[in-house]
């Protein structure tokens, strides 16, 4: 069982940043694609950006592309979302979320593909 644990939620002014980290338990860190998917009051749980198990290809929901960036760090099982120009249609519970087996790059924003998932943290933009 992975255990995944996300930190770095906050309140921020629209234009502002926030990094938010996911922590994962376990040895095969490494070989997990690994997503971050945000749910707003009210809306479904949507697919925000994802990053292949090395790092190499990332991708991103159109309305974040440019404002969000998506690493990780495998020596420190850590995946990571740095969100800059924060906008008040940001605020949502942000999740990361861990991608067991082949087939990562077909199905990145798919939820149901997700194994493991964090309990999510809170980002509020005010404006």
């Known amino acids: 069982q992975v255990q995944l644990l996300e930190s770095g939620g906050g309140l921020v002014q629209a234009g502002g940043s926030l990094k938010l980290s996911c922590a994962a338990s376990?040895?095969?860190?490494?070989?997990?694609?690994m997503g971050w998917f945000r749910q707003a009051p009210g809306k479904e749980r949507e697919f925000v950006s994802a990053?292949?198990?090395?790092?190499?290809?990332?991708y991103y929901k159109d309305s974040v592309k440019g404002r969000f960036t998506i690493s990780r760090d495998n020596a420190k099982n850590t995946v990571y979302l740095q969100m800059n120009s924060l906008e008040s249609e940001d605020t949502a519970v942000y999740y990361c979320?861990?991608?067991?087996?082949?087939?990562?790059?077909?199905?990145?924003?798919?939820?149901?593909?997700?194994?493991?998932w964090g309990q999510g943290t809170q980002v509020t933009v005010s404006s």
């Open positions: 979320a861990a991608f067991v087996g082949p087939l990562f790059i077909f199905s990145y924003d798919e939820e149901e593909r997700y194994t493991y």
């Open positions: 376990g040895r095969l860190f490494s070989t997990y694609g």
């Open positions: 990053v292949t198990s090395h790092g190499g290809s990332t």
